[in-house]
């Protein structure tokens, strides 16, 4: 089955400051990438997708890119504020519709 | 254009006792899937379900778990003769039938004394 590595688990930055967070996924048929943003008590909620014909993709201050030689996918914050401060989690898909996340990314933006 | 319900958003149970969680999907939306997440963890599939079908529940229990998605009304995650164990929160999701983007409701808390 696939199988999805996050990094980091937490990731701490400066208001203002870009972040980063990657993701690998190990099954050559997935062709979909959605990325969630989970604030505590909260439902996930998709804040950017990418598909496997598509490199990048961005929306204001969040974008996603994706290599899929590599099998990696990354979601870039910038200019981070402390309302971004969440747990993003990551998700591959294929042909089953049934998505795989990662364990998640503990997002902390210190004003 | 109501999101994806769930209810109740907070259940408690004794051990022993059964759970019945709720989800009515997205207007327009067929398919249905649930996951559990416990704290400070990802999101783990258990099952998803069509009107009146079953297509993947690969990731259930084998036992005391059931889930269902009639043709009318909500779909039911159903846990029979809960333990401590499987305190967690519930969330579904739905999708249309097309496009494979999920969007989440608010979950089930579940609590197991």
């Known amino acids: 089955g696939e199988n999805v590595e996050q990094h980091p688990s937490t990731l701490s930055v400066q208001e203002g400051d870009s972040a980063v967070i990657k993701c690998t996924y190990s099954?050559?048929?997935?062709?979909?990438f959605p990325w969630y943003k989970q604030e505590l008590g909260k439902r996930p909620q998709l804040i950017i997708d990418?598909?496997?014909?598509?490199g990048e993709k961005k929306d204001q201050r969040i974008a996603v890119t994706l290599n899929k030689t590599a099998k990696h996918f990354s979601l870039h914050i910038t200019e981070t504020q402390p309302e971004d401060s969440a747990v993003y989690f990551c998700?591959?898909?294929?042909?089953?519709?049934?998505?795989?996340f990662g364990r998640g990314t503990s997002l902390i933006v210190h004003p | 254009n109501a999101g994806v319900m769930q209810n109740p958003r907070h259940l408690v149970r004794r051990r022993g006792q059964e759970a019945r969680l709720r989800c009515s999907p997205m207007?327009?939306?067929?398919?249905v899937y649930w996951y559990r997440q416990l704290p400070e963890e990802g999101l783990k599939f258990m099952v998803y379900?069509?009107?009146?079908?079953?297509?993947?529940e690969s990731g259930m229990p084998k036992e005391r778990f059931s889930a269902e998605f009639p043709k009318e009304g909500p779909s039911i995650l159903r846990i029979q003769q809960v333990v401590r164990g499987d305190s967690a929160a519930y969330f579904c999701?739905?999708?249309?039938?097309?496009?494979?983007?999920?969007?989440f409701g608010p979950g089930t808390r579940l609590t197991v004394l």
């Open positions: 999701a739905s999708s249309p039938m097309e496009t494979d983007t999920q969007y």
């Open positions: 099954d050559s048929a997935s062709n979909y």
């Open positions: 990418i598909r496997s014909n598509v």
């Open positions: 998700a591959a898909i294929g042909g089953s519709y049934i998505p795989t």
């Open positions: 207007k327009g939306h067929s398919h």
């Open positions: 379900l069509q009107k009146e079908n079953i297509i993947d």
